[in-house]
Structures are given as structure tokens and as C-alpha cells.
């Protein structure tokens, strides 16, 4: 018994048989209150048989009732209790793995929406399962390459092939040391994307700070011939953020605008202060993005000239681990280019310290 009660079927049943037992019960007490209050005297031989064909009529509605009754509860159940079961059925598929698992939406508002909740739920799942599938196959193609490159210097050197001095050494230690840079930025990546990015928050002038970055770049803007230059409309902009991580998210913008930018480019740097941030730009002549690639370049691992940049050593992270660092900063960090060879500008923003707004 306490089973059955437990069962929502049964629930129904029940509380539908409540309501034709007390309406039956009603019915035959309104009739029994009027009759005997009510009824002229003399007419009792009468009022008994009157009675009685009052207690059929109401058995045989209260008959009606129950068919009515047990008709109308076990549809009902029927109704609730299918997506109910299709719902539990999916969500043990889905547990075991079966991310493409969706349930019918059915007819009736409430149940339509926990469905549509439901579906949102599982297609959120499974496009988080594609993306970790894409993430380990990603992140194995990436450690390949230098894998690759180190393992044919080795064999190079074993079978003689390569002579063991300082050159090898120097082309195998450059590959030890991407390996080692994208392990480094494979762990800060997962530390930014799951949200644990310790942040040192204070109130620092940005214009040392850009010029501080452009000067450790300067060497590498100078082999390749190109052109560095800044645009700051304020002497000094305080802004209210973490010092080193504006540091890196600079050196990243600068360090590509100098890896995509060809010899005897251009690339200028410009500080200025706008309502309540600051805004700095990185603005470069080189190659450009292609407008169908700009809405991707901020994702991991994405890459508009994969064979390029890979020779180049781009991993294809830094652009990711520097939006969520400006993102973790209250700032945005976006990009605009015309186009293929007609340049680029990233730009990003931070809040302005409180005394500079
Ligand atoms: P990578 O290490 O490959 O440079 P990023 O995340 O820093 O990785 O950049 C992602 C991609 O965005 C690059 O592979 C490149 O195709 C494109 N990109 C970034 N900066 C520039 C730029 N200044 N000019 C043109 N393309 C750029």
C-alpha cells in the first residue's frame, strides 16, 4: 500500500475519488437537510418514495463520477508521467556518456519547459565533451611538433647524421624550449579558464609601464626592420589593475604585432584615457586577418595561417590567455583589421583608478 502511495498514478486516483466522495456526499445531504426541513407535512408516504429515487439517481451519478473520475486521473498520469519517464530514461543515458541524448518536447507548458531546460542542459554537455575531446587532440598535435623536431635531432646525432656541436645543440634546445613555452602556456590557460588567476590589483601609472614592455621588445622590432612607435595623448594615465599581467597581455599584442608584421613595417602603440578606462592599442601593418577569421582568433588553439605560425612558434594560446586576463581586470580586449595585408589593431581596455576618473 504505502508502495502504491508512493506512486504519482495512485496520488491522482486518490485525490480524485476525494473529490467525488465528498461531492456525493454533499449532494445527499443538501437533499436530506431540504427534504426534512422543508417538506409540508401529511406528504411522508410520498417524501419516502421521492427519497429513495433521490439515492438512485445520486448512486447512479456518483457511479458516473467514479468511471469519470478514474478515466480522467489515469490520462492524466499518462500525461505527466510519460516525459516524466522519458526524462529520467535520458538523464541515466546521458550519465553514461550518450551526450546526443534529447527528449520530444511535449504539449503542456510546465513539462514542455522542464523538456526544453532538459535539451539545453544536454546540449550544453555535449558541446562541453567536444571541446575536451577537441582540447586533448589539440593539445597532443601542439606537443608533437617540437616532440618531432627533438626526436630527429637525436636520431641525427645517434646515427652520425648530425655532427654533435654547438649548432645542434643550440636548434635542439630551441625545440626543449617551445615545448617548455607551451606547457607553460597550457597551464596558465587552464588556470585563466577555470576563473584561478591570482590578481594583484593596484593603482599604477600604464605610460612606464608601455614603454618599460616596448623597450624589451625593441630588439626584435629591430631585426626585423620595423618601425616602433608610441601615441599617448596624457602624460601619465593611473589605472587600477595588476601590473605584471598588464605586462604580458602587452607583450603578447606587441610580441605578434612584430611576428606578423613583415620587414620594414610599421607598429604603434598609443595610451588614452576614454570616460572611465583607459584604452590601449596595438596597431600593426602587417599581414591583417581575413574578416571570416576575426570572430575565432580569440578561441584556444585557433590560428588563421596554421603552417605559418606554427614555424614561427605560435601556439595559437596567447590571445586566449590574454582576453581572460583583461576580462578577470574588468577590461575587454578586442581586434579589428581591414583585411588580408592591410594591417591589424588590437585593443584593450582597463578601469581607470578612482582619484583619475
Ligand atoms: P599565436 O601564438 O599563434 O600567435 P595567438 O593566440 O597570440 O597565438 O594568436 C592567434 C592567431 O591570431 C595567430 O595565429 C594569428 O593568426 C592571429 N594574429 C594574432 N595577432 C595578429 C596580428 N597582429 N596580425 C595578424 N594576425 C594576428
Known sequence: MGKLWRQLRWRIVAAQMVVVVVGVALVLLMAYVILSLFAPAGVLAELDAFRR??????????????????????????????????????????????????????????????????NQMAAALEQVEQQRVALIGNVSHELRTPLAGLNGYLEGLMDGVFPGNEETFA?????????????????????????????????????????????????????????????????????????????????????????????????????????????VSVTDTGVGIPPEALPYIFERFYRVDASRTRRSGGSGIGLTISRHLVWAMGGELTAVSPGPDQGSTFRFTLPLAAGTK
Open 53 to 118: 429515487s433521490i439515492f438512485t439517481a445520486v448512486s447512479v451519478a456518483a457511479l458516473g463520477a467514479i468511471i469519470a473520475g478514474l478515466m480522467t486521473s489515469f490520462w492524466l498520469a499518462r500525461e505527466i508521467l510519460r516525459p516524466l519517464r522519458q526524462i529520467t530514461a535520458s538523464s541515466q543515458r546521458l550519465a553514461q556518456g550518450h551526450y546526443t541524448e534529447r527528449v520530444p518536447v511535449p504539449a503542456s507548458d510546465e513539462l514542455a519547459q522542464m523538456a526544453e531546460n532538459f
Open 171 to 279: 636548434l635542439m634546445d630551441h625545440e626543449v624550449r617551445r615545448l617548455r613555452r607551451l606547457v607553460d602556456d597550457l597551464q596558465a590557460l587552464s588556470r585563466v579558464e577555470a576563473g584561478q588567476i591570482s590578481l594583484q590589483m593596484a593603482d599604477f601609472d600604464l605610460i612606464p609601464l608601455v614603454e618599460r614592455v616596448l623597450r624589451q621588445l625593441q630588439p626584435s622590432a629591430e631585426s626585423q626592420e620595423l618601425q616602433m612607435e608610441t601615441d599617448f595623448t596624457v602624460q601619465a594615465l593611473v589605472v587600477h589593475a595588476d601590473s605584471d599581467r598588464v605586462a604580458q597581455v602587452l607583450l603578447n599584442l606587441v610580441g605578434n604585432a612584430i611576428r606578423y608584421t613583415p620587414e620594414g613595417g610599421r607598429i604603434v602603440v598609443a595610451v588614452k584615457g576614454e570616460g572611465e578606462t583607459a584604452v
